[in-house]
């Protein structure tokens, strides 16, 4: 498995994000840049982490961040 890979697909102004390896410091960054501009293009981001295996407390700020964005916006994450 990789260590990080990130792909993701527009479905009907939904970004879907799919996730595989590991979130951790060094992956922080390309996860909030994706998280960051779906925000401005996007009413909806579902992320799919079934294939992480690690998730260090970085990303959850990330992802809270995000999902707080999206809801302010009149968004949602899942």
Same mark, same amino acid.
């Given at each position: 498995?990789? $260590?990080? $890979? *990130? +792909?993701? =697909? &527009?479905?009907?102004? @939904? /970004?879907? =994000? +799919? *996730?595989?390896?590991?979130?951790? #410091?060094? @992956?922080?960054?390309? /996860? &909030? &840049?994706?998280?960051?501009? +779906?925000? =401005?293009?996007?009413?909806? !981001?579902?992320? &799919? *982490? +079934?294939? !992480?295996?690690?998730?260090? @407390?970085?990303?959850?700020? !990330? #992802?809270?961040?995000?999902?707080?964005?999206?809801? =302010?916006?009149?968004?949602? *994450?899942?």
């Amino acid at each position: 498995m990789p $260590e990080f $890979e *990130l +792909s993701s =697909a &527009d479905r009907d102004g @939904t /970004l879907v =994000a +799919s *996730l595989f390896g590991d979130l951790d #410091i060094v @992956t922080s960054r390309q /996860l &909030d &840049d994706t998280l960051a501009d +779906s925000r =401005a293009r996007m009413y909806g !981001v579902v992320l &799919d *982490l +079934s294939a !992480v295996g690690f998730m260090d @407390t970085r990303e959850l700020v !990330v #992802i809270v961040g995000s999902w707080e964005g999206l809801l =302010a916006a009149g968004g949602l *994450l899942a």
